[in-house]
């Protein structure tokens, strides 16, 4: 029998194990193959729908479902820590000493916000990357009166353009609440411009100058001062907040740094077409556990999810597993509370936005209800 | 060069050649060296900007068949 296992149940993971499983029910059926889904959460939480949280529009509840109601259900699901991948034993060792053994293993355990990178952030700021720091913030943004808005982005960070969505939406949120005359937004971003993308910064220009939004570039964050209210950069400059809400500089999992297998920030040296852990032939690593240099986005998840269960199935006939990946990533743009525009882009192709429009808004709105049919395999 | 990290961010839109700079430099240690390679133009020149703003070091900057290669030194 051939085992497949897949370390991580968020998006890239599940996308895995039921396109796999659709394609060789059989070979489940006759216990053939075996597909394990390895994750540390009963459930499957849809990440994106914490910018909501934060503006009360949804609760957590709305964002999550038990990942064995999504999974097909051939595979199998084991919940619990893992402590380390020994590659040796080709099997995943778990915090209670069971092993798990595989001829394929996925990598597939995502990123996590690092906020204890920047002296000062904990006590200082909120973050809205998790559900505990999205319900925290909504507590904020419900007790805010007005005053000084920061908004400020760390290096690395997933879901690039959730820094502006939560600007324009927050701004537009304290006009609709009466505050508008008393808030001032403000807007810092790591390099020369307001977005890595250099057409999305182009279009976001004139948006702030009209909008009154405050910029800062060239600024990454390196200390707040709590008592003071105050956020200064590594580049030297200091800003006042009343309210201070931070995209944190995010790490690979401490599950990848046990094992040996990423660098300094526990990213892993990936191949950017065949997406195998470089050096390896039984090992695929997708979403934002690769160290490629592309958007940590669940749309890249998805996509790169595509490419590695082609390749499994491909594989596992006989195959060479050579079909590629292309870089591909979607991303949509909430630009206020009632327009949105989307990009999408690969390692060849630049990004073109389009006119934000109520529509692309509302599509959004119902994609964030219908993302469970994306890890089902379906959409 | 030995001790060279290379940063392969050829095709990087986003995040983009420069983050994947300032996300090597936060993570490795002081006097690490790292060589960016780029498809885009630009790079040569946002990274420098960068570098002095934040009082790294300019190792080299050169273009290799349409790739830029920008290596900087990590001083603080």
């Known amino acids: 029998m051939k085992k497949i296992v897949i370390l991580g149940g968020g998006v890239g993971g599940t996308i895995v194990a039921n396109q796999v499983a659709r394609q060789m029910g059989k070979e489940l059926r006759n216990h053939e193959l075996e597909i394990t889904v390895i994750s540390d959460s009963v459930n499957h939480v849809y990440q994106p729908m914490f910018l909501y949280v934060a503006f009360d529009q949804v609760v957590p509840e709305e964002a999550q479902k038990p990942e064995r109601e999504i999974l097909d259900r051939h595979v199998k699901l084991h919940i619990g820590s893992a402590d380390r991948v020994d590659r040796d034993a080709k099997a995943v060792i778990m915090e209670d000493g069971t092993k798990i053994t595989y001829d394929y293993l996925v990598i597939a355990t995502g990123s996590r916000p690092a906020p204890e990178a920047i002296d000062g952030l904990e006590q200082g700021g909120y973050i809205f990357y998790t559900e505990e720091g999205a319900l925290k913030l909504r507590e904020a943004l419900h007790n805010f009166q007005g005053g000084r808005i920061v908004v400020t982005v760390g290096v690395p960070h997933k879901c690039p353009v959730a820094p502006l969505e939560f600007t324009f939406m927050v701004q537009e949120w304290a006009k609709a609440r009466g505050l508008g005359d008393k808030t001032e937004v403000v807007y810092t971003y790591p390099i020369g411009r307001l977005h890595s993308l250099e057409p999305v910064a182009n279009w976001a220009t004139p948006v702030f100058e009209e909008r009154g939004i405050e910029s800062h570039i060239f600024f990454n964050p390196e200390t707040v001062d709590a008592s003071n209210k105050t956020i200064t950069s590594l580049e030297g400059e200091t800003l006042n907040y009343d309210l201070l809400v931070a995209i944190p500089p995010h790490t690979g999992q401490a599950v990848i740094g046990r094992s040996g297998l990423g660098d300094a920030g526990n990213w892993i040296a990936t191949d950017r077409h065949s997406l195998r852990m470089q050096g390896t032939e039984d090992i695929f690593v997708l979403g934002d556990a690769t160290n490629l240099p592309i958007s940590k986005a669940g749309s890249t998840a998805h996509f790169e999810a595509d490419v590695v269960a082609s390749n499994l199935v491909n594989l596992l006939r006989g195959g060479l597993g050579s079909i590629r990946y292309d870089g591909k990533v979607f991303c949509f743009i909430e630009t206020g509370l009632k327009n949105a525009t989307y990009i999408q882009f690969d390692y060849t192709h630049p990004p073109k936005p389009q006119e934000p429009t109520e529509m692309i808004h509302m599509f959004k709105l119902a994609y964030n209800r219908m993302y469970w049919l994306t890890p089902a395999g379906v959409l | ?76």
Not at chain 2, 48 to 67: F, L, Q, T
Not at chain 2, 68 to 75: G, I, R, S, T, W
Request: aromatic share 6%; net charge negative; with cysteine.
């Open chain 2, 1 to 76: 060069m030995e001790d060279v990290k290379v940063i392969d961010a050829r095709g990087s839109f986003c995040p983009g050649p420069l983050m994947e700079l300032i996300k090597g430099i936060r993570q490795e240690p002081v006097g690490t060296t790292f060589e960016v390679w780029s498809s885009d133009a630009g790079s040569a020149k946002d990274i420098p900007e960068w570098v002095a703003r934040a009082g790294h070091e300019i190792v080299a900057n050169s273009e290799d068949d349409g790739i830029f290669k920008v290596q900087v030194k990590k001083l603080r």
